[in-house]
């Protein structure tokens, strides 16, 4: 079974300033996916960045970029530029092309100070 | 609006009483799954649908929840005898590739 680790229960950031989040993940798979949701106080979750792991080059998308180290299974999200509205629960998920599973994390509370 | 819906947005239930939920996916989304989640935890699989096949279904998941997809277009999720450890945020989300959720179905059991 694929396993999603997220060591950092809550992380907290000043206002514009830059918070990188951490995840691992197990498997066995070579064709896979890595996301990260974000989950506001209101519960729906949101995509955030999605990462092919064919892909060498890094996602990016606006304030929010990865650093995707596949020999280590480690898939980290940077979060620049930080704002209020980036306050909730990140969670990384880690998808199989072959069954097609969606595996999460625990995930990580952003705090972000004014 | 075109995104994942779920029907109840909030259910209170008598425990032993039976409650089911409705998803409606995105139209074209050929994958659809269930997951429950507990405050400050991380989603947890239950089951998913690939069209209307149920392709796998939680260990954790006791015989007193059934889901369907009947030709593989929305999904029902049914509790039976529900308990109040069964209390919780069920979410709901369909996929091609990445998963779009909904805003899940707050149940509380009393």
């Known amino acids: 079974a694929q396993t999603v680790t997220q060591s950092q229960p809550e992380m907290s950031v000043q206002e514009a300033e830059t918070v990188t989040l951490s995840c691992t993940y197990d498997?066995?798979?070579?064709?896979?996916?890595l996301f990260w949701y974000k989950q506001p106080p209101s519960r729906q979750m949101i995509l955030v960045i999605r990462?092919?792991?064919?892909?060498?080059q890094n996602a990016t998308e606006n304030r929010f970029s990865v650093n995707f180290q596949k020999a280590a299974k480690s898939f980290s999200l940077k979060i620049s530029d930080s704002q209020l509205g980036d306050a909730a629960m990140y969670f990384c998920?880690?998808?199989?092309?072959?069954?097609?599973?969606?595996?999460f994390g625990a995930g990580t509370t952003v705090t972000v100070r004014a | 609006d075109t995104g994942v819906s779920q029907d109840p947005r909030h259910k209170i239930t008598k425990r032993g009483q039976n409650v089911t939920f409705r998803c409606d996916p995105i139209?074209?989304?050929?994958?659809l799954y269930w997951y429950r989640q507990t405050l400050g935890q991380g989603p947890e699989f239950l089951t998913y649908?690939?069209?209307?096949?149920?392709?796998?279904k939680s260990r954790l998941l006791s015989d007193r929840f059934s889901a369907e997809r009947p030709k593989g277009s929305f999904s029902t999720l049914e509790i039976q005898r529900t308990e109040q450890g069964d209390s919780a945020m069920y979410l709901c989300?369909?996929?091609?590739?990445?998963?779009?959720f909904g805003q899940g179905t707050r149940l509380t059991v009393v």
């Open positions: 998920a880690w998808w199989g092309a072959n069954d097609y599973k969606l595996s």
């Open positions: 139209s074209e989304h050929n994958r």
């Open positions: 990462q092919e792991a064919y892909k060498q």
């Open positions: 649908f690939q069209n209307e096949a149920q392709l796998e």
């Open positions: 989300a369909s996929s091609l590739v990445e998963a779009f």
């Open positions: 498997t066995s798979e070579s064709d896979y996916y």
